[in-house]
């Protein structure tokens, strides 16, 4: 299993600050995927780190990738309160099933 | 069609009846992945399609639960004589290739009285 853990379970900020999410893994992988959950619904990927990689950029979303530690992290610039929601990582092995933590909820105050 | 559907959207049903849960992937995605959440939870994986194989069914959680696929495209998740303990959403996603970005669906809400 390549499951992804999230920390912290739940981060509440202030609009303008930044938020960081971490994520650590068991084995090695081929990628690394973090995801949106509003409402409890469908999930919505956000970007994806290959295992080449160390650090990758989208928009206000800034992830980077250790695989020595096993780890990633999800920064997300300047929060908004739109940014509130759930966040996940799943780590994938290739040609496999993607596994997801258990997530981190992000509560970002007006 | 332009991203994964679910139906139903929402599913009410009583203890110790079946149930039949539909995705329809986003055309030509050869992986098919279906997940439950129950509230407040992460996803838990119960299985995937390559094509229309399940190599992996061991996240299945009972024999009460399958699966198929067919003609690469729409699957059917089935739950038999449902539990209450099965009330969650059923989150269904596709992807072009296995381990690779996943398009999610809305998910089903099943409640079991």
């Known amino acids: 299993s390549q499951q992804g853990e999230e920390d912290p379970q739940a981060l509440s900020i202030q609009e303008g600050e930044n938020a960081t999410m971490n994520c650590s893994y068991k084995?090695?992988?081929?990628?690394l995927q973090w995801y949106r959950q509003n409402s409890g619904r469908g999930l919505v990927h956000l970007i994806l780190?290959?295992?080449?990689?160390r650090e990758k950029h989208s928009g206000r979303l800034r992830v980077t990738l250790d695989t020595s530690k096993k780890s990633s992290s999800l920064l997300i610039t300047a929060s908004r309160a739109a940014d509130t929601a759930s966040y996940f990582c799943?780590?994938?092995?290739?040609?496999?099933?993607?596994?997801f933590g258990t997530g981190t909820r992000l509560q970002v105050f007006p | 069609g332009a991203g994964v559907s679910q139906s139903p959207s929402n599913k009410v049903t009583e203890k110790g009846k079946d149930v039949e849960l539909r995705c329809d992937p986003i055309?030509?995605?050869?992986?098919l992945y279906w997940y439950r959440q129950r509230l407040g939870q992460g996803l838990e994986f119960l299985i995937y399609?390559?094509?229309?194989?399940?190599?992996?069914k061991s996240g299945l959680p009972s024999d009460r639960f399958s699966a198929e696929r067919t003609g690469e495209s729409v699957s059917t998740l089935t739950i038999q004589r449902t539990q209450q303990e099965d009330s969650a959403v059923y989150l269904c996603?596709?992807?072009?290739?296995?381990?690779?970005?996943?398009?999610f669906g809305s998910g089903t809400q099943l409640s079991v009285l």
């Open positions: 996603a596709s992807s072009s290739q296995l381990g690779e970005k996943l398009f």
């Open positions: 084995t090695s992988i081929n990628n």
């Open positions: 780190i290959r295992s080449n990689e």
């Open positions: 799943a780590a994938s092995g290739g040609a496999d099933k993607l596994i």
């Open positions: 055309s030509g995605h050869t992986a």
């Open positions: 399609f390559q094509g229309n194989s399940a190599p992996d």
